[in-house]
């Protein structure tokens, strides 16, 4: 079969059209996957983005909750007295006033100077825990006695009661006597205890009574 010019001619141009159409084809795939690769990347970006809120509001929350505890047990502890220059004394009415309801038979105490538990990076303005140790030393019937005192303060006192120690001995009897009176006490209890409160780091101690 023999072509002719005007037979090639015609077949260029076909040629030619259904390379534009392949061109057009490969042309429209790729920016298709284009598309397609920054739709998925802005999808990426958007659920990191919607994770990282999530993550801060989750903060927030669990911030705001601590600031809920935090304000609560703050207005426990100052409805308690517990905030603020120290009440001593108060304190010795309490120690009194629980001398005679328990029926304790002797009991003495002596308060040191007060001090701060923690002494590092305090700061004007700034609220710290202070301590005064208290000895005390009582003459009892049973152990239960001491232990009714310690929990009756844990409960009244405007402090937090932190017992450091508590030493109890039996007590001898002079001669062995059997006619001993027996309220004298029979135990001897020597006890080491702390009332902490909480103020500005920078009131003097002149301001503590």
Not at 8 to 16: D, E, F, I, N
Not at 79 to 100: F, P, S, V, Y
Not at 146 to 172: N, Y
């Amino acid at each position: 079969m023999k072509l002719d010019r005007r037979d090639l001619s015609g077949s260029w141009g076909s040629l030619l059209i259904l390379l534009l159409l392949i061109a057009l084809g490969v042309a429209a795939v790729v920016h298709s996957r284009e598309r397609l690769l920054a739709a998925r990347t802005a999808l990426s970006a958007a659920r990191m983005q919607r994770n990282e809120i999530v993550e801060k509001l989750g903060r927030v929350h669990g911030e705001e909750n601590e600031i809920r505890r935090g304000a609560e047990v703050f207005k426990r502890l100052a409805a308690r007295g517990m905030i603020g220059k120290e009440q001593r004394l108060t304190w010795i009415e309490l120690l009194k006033e629980l001398r005679d309801r328990l029926r304790l038979i002797q009991i003495h105490y002596e308060f040191s100077p007060q001090r701060a538990l923690d002494t590092t990076g305090a700061e004007a303005g700034s609220v710290g825990l202070y301590a005064s140790s208290m000895k005390l030393e009582a003459k009892l019937l049973h152990e239960e006695d001491l232990t009714r005192l310690l929990d009756e303060l844990r409960r009244l006192a405007p402090a937090l009661i932190q017992v450091r120690r508590c030493d109890v001995e039996r007590l001898p009897r002079a001669n062995a006597d059997p006619d001993a009176d027996p309220d004298l006490g029979s135990l001897r209890a020597d006890c080491l205890i702390d009332w902490i409160t909480l103020r500005e780091a920078d009131q003097s101690e002149e301001d503590v009574p």
